[in-house]
């Protein structure tokens, strides 16, 4: 069961790790400075969830309590986008939201999967931590884009 979990955590490591590295591909293209604004702060929130897979201040991490959040449920009305050099701001924080959204059913779905111990809720955590991230994403579209139209 050690091989199977490490073989678990390699691999979100490496998804986090390739979303950070997608981020700041997109970031080099982006035209519109509040948009890569955006990618610098999403890429480093990727690579501060690898650096909490390898362990790097995980006990505090698991011992912080998420806010409380009021889950807007705009990201599951909205059409994907893909990242590109034309991508809008509006773009990015689409595409970012369902890949936010993505990554918590992914830790949900690990979550239930493990153990009962540290990595379930390392998993749950994450999975917080993701959905923590994409309301803030929804926050920002509810205060920028709703406010354009």
């Known amino acids: 069961m050690k091989v199977a979990l490490a073989r678990v955590v390699r ?7 390739q979303a950070r590295n997608l981020y700041m591909r997109a970031r080099k293209l982006a035209q519109d400075p509040a948009t890569r604004t955006l990618l610098d702060s999403l890429a480093g929130e990727e ?3 690898a650096a909490l897979l390898r362990g790097k201040g995980l006990k505090a991490f698991l011992a912080s309590k998420p806010p409380a959040i009021q889950d807007l449920r705009i990201t599951e009305f ?12 509006q773009d990015v924080l689409v ?7 993505a990554s918590y059913w992914a830790y949900q779905a690990l979550a239930e999967t493990a153990e ?15 959905r923590l991230h994409r309301n803030r994403l929804e926050r920002v579209y509810d205060d920028v884009i709703f406010a354009e139209d």
Do not use: C, I, W
């Open 11 to 17: 691999n979100a490591v490496r998804k986090e790790q």
């Open 47 to 49: 690579a501060s969830h």
């Open 78 to 89: 909205l059409v994907p986008r893909k990242l590109s050099a034309q991508a809008t701001f």
């Open 95 to 101: 595409y970012a939201m369902k890949r936010e959204a």
């Open 116 to 130: 009962d111990g540290p990595a379930r809720r390392l998993f749950r955590r994450l999975a917080q931590e993701e």
